[in-house]
């Protein structure tokens, strides 16, 4: 399978990404390639709105997304992968989803495989639930297959990390 990782870190070393390196290792172990996008660390404009893309055509920002949507399109399974901020993905990753808008047609229509890879201090469910809500309403408005959660509470260093985590995200890489 061909998959994409977006990422929401600016930390590359941090609790998110550390999990999506595992995560990798496993997918790479099984043979699947990876593409990764660090949306953090591109140049992605948040949506405006405009509707110039009729929801099916060209974003007027031809920045870093419009090849990543060209990634997503041709994907067989696509990643997220975030830190909690306020109880929400960040704003990288969050700006990048709402630029599936000007694609929703095209990347809607194939049933993509997806996981969700999430991290946060915090050890209670009341933090998460918001993320894990917002997810599966993704998955079922774009008519994607859930294969997976990692959701990393008491993930606030890597260091307090819970080790189980690593291996969840391997086997999550191994068995999307
Ligand atoms: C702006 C900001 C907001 C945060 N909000 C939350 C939060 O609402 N709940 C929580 O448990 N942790 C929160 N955290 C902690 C991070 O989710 C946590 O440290 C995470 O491991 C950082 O991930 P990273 O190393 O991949 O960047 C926040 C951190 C920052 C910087």
């Not at 998110?16 to 496993?26: A, H, K, P, Q, W």
């Not at 990048?96 to 993509?112: A, E, M, P, Q, V």
């Not at 997976?148 to 993930?155: A, F, N, R, T, V």
Request: hydrophobic fraction near 35%.
């Amino acid at each position: 399978m061909k998959i994409t990782i977006l990422t929401g870190s600016n930390n590359l070393h941090g609790t998110s990404n550390t999990l999506v390196d595992e995560f990798i290792r496993g997918a790479t172990e099984k043979g699947h390639e990876i593409k990764r996008f660090d949306t953090a660390h591109l140049n992605i404009h948040p949506c405006i709105g405009c509707n110039h893309c009729g929801m099916n055509g060209n974003c007027v920002f031809q920045d870093d997304m419009p090849k990543i949507l060209d990634e997503i399109e041709t994907s067989d399974a696509l990643v997220l992968a975030t830190p909690v901020y306020y109880f929400a993905m960040t704003a990288p990753l969050k700006a990048s989803i709402d630029r599936f808008y000007s694609r929703t047609g095209r990347i809607s229509r194939k049933r993509l495989k997806t996981a969700y890879i999430m991290t946060c201090w915090n050890t209670d469910d009341s933090t998460v639930e918001p993320l894990i809500t917002h997810y599966k309403k993704l998955v079922d408005y774009m008519n994607y297959e859930d294969r997976g959660m990692i959701i990393g509470k008491g993930c606030g260093t890597t260091t307090m990390m819970p080790k189980h985590f690593l291996e969840d995200a391997y086997q999550l890489g191994k068995n999307i």
